[in-house]
């Protein structure tokens, strides 16, 4: 009997067999493909109207919109020792595909400026000119373009609560052990930190050391910024939201990209609400992300998109890229 006219061809004796998709073979040559590189993710979706109209302005008038974001839990996962702190792998290079297409980007971190730099792997990395990395608050100033550092003197009680920081840690029952050596983060005598997450019990040191170094910050008219596992001393109205604000005023931008992961970041997500919300200012639009942690859950209720850590803001900045690159 002859073949249908519509009946499919049969293969030759050179074809392979049909082989399902994701096998890495060609069912006509059996040849495994070039597949290029790893596809890139997609770009999340904000949970909030507010944060899709911040996402569709950026993506509609990148030229006008700037980036700002964290470095420590952002960038970098939070490790023990903050010195052993190293931003993602993918950091560097996805900034430099975005940033270029951006009004602007930031880092704004409470870290000395020049320590952020040398962890975030940023000098010198192309396609940052555009980048600057806002230290102890906006108290120091890098500029990619130039290299240039600048920095405000540091506050003197800074200086005298640090001169007392060694007898009221001692006096709190729970400073002994091999955890206390590396606890201490000194930030260029511009804010004091005090670090718990090696300590047998991280929350209950955290509790024990909460009394006595608000008492020793009141003393010198310093505030106490509690983070994860950490207790931070310093001059008050030095935060990331006054930051950002004189930030963005100087930059002129009209949306905002803010990304962050602890309660420190609070005070920049204040910022954006109060700039997408102010009725006498040309309207202005703001995304709120949270790099995702169990461990700030009031950040997570507040922000627009959550992602997951360092990997997922890295995946973002990347997505952001893809799209605004065609």
Avoid: N
């Avoid at 050596?181 to 804010?191: P, Y």
């Avoid at 998109?305 to 890295?314: E, M, R, S, Y």
């Amino acid at each position: 009997m002859g073949s249908s006219p519509d009946a499919a061809p049969s293969p030759g004796p050179d074809a392979g067999p049909d082989l399902p998709p994701g096998t890495g073979r060609t069912p006509d040559t059996g040849r495994t493909p070039d597949t290029g590189p790893p596809p890139r993710p997609d770009l999340p979706v904000p949970r909030t109207e507010a944060g899709r109209d911040a996402l569709a302005a950026l993506l509609a008038a990148p030229g006008d919109a700037a980036l700002a974001v964290d470095f420590d839990g952002t960038l970098a996962e939070i490790v023990d020792d903050p010195e052993a702190a190293r931003a993602h792998p993918g950091a560097a290079r996805a900034l430099g595909r975005l940033v270029p297409r951006l009004r602007a980007a930031a880092v704004i971190t409470g870290r000395p400026a020049a320590v952020a730099v040398r962890l975030a792997g940023v000098d010198g990395a192309p396609g940052l000119d555009r980048l600057t990395v806002l230290g102890h608050y906006g108290a120091e100033r890098w500029e990619a373009a130039t290299g240039a550092l600048h920095a405000d003197d540091p506050p003197p009680a800074v200086a005298a609560a640090e001169a007392e920081l060694p007898d009221v840690l001692a006096a709190s029952g729970v400073w002994h052990g091999p955890w206390t050596a590396a606890a201490v983060e000194r930030k260029g005598g511009r804010a004091l930190a005090v670090h718990t997450r090696r300590a047998p019990d991280p929350q209950g040191a955290l509790d024990a050391l909460r009394a006595p170094l608000t008492a020793l910050a009141t003393r010198h008219g310093l505030l106490v910024e509690p983070g994860r596992y950490v207790l931070e001393l310093r001059p008050p109205g030095v935060d990331k939201g006054v930051a950002l604000t004189a930030w963005l005023r100087e930059t002129g931008a009209r949306t905002v990209l803010y990304a962050g992961d602890d309660l420190g970041d609070l005070a920049a997500f204040d910022a954006v609400d109060r700039l997408r919300s102010d009725p006498d200012a040309p309207r202005r639009t703001g995304l709120l992300v949270c790099s995702g942690s169990i461990e700030v859950p009031e950040l997570a209720a507040r922000a627009d998109l959550v992602v997951d850590g360092p990997t997922g803001v890295i995946a973002l900045l990347d997505a952001l890229a893809d799209r605004l690159t065609g």
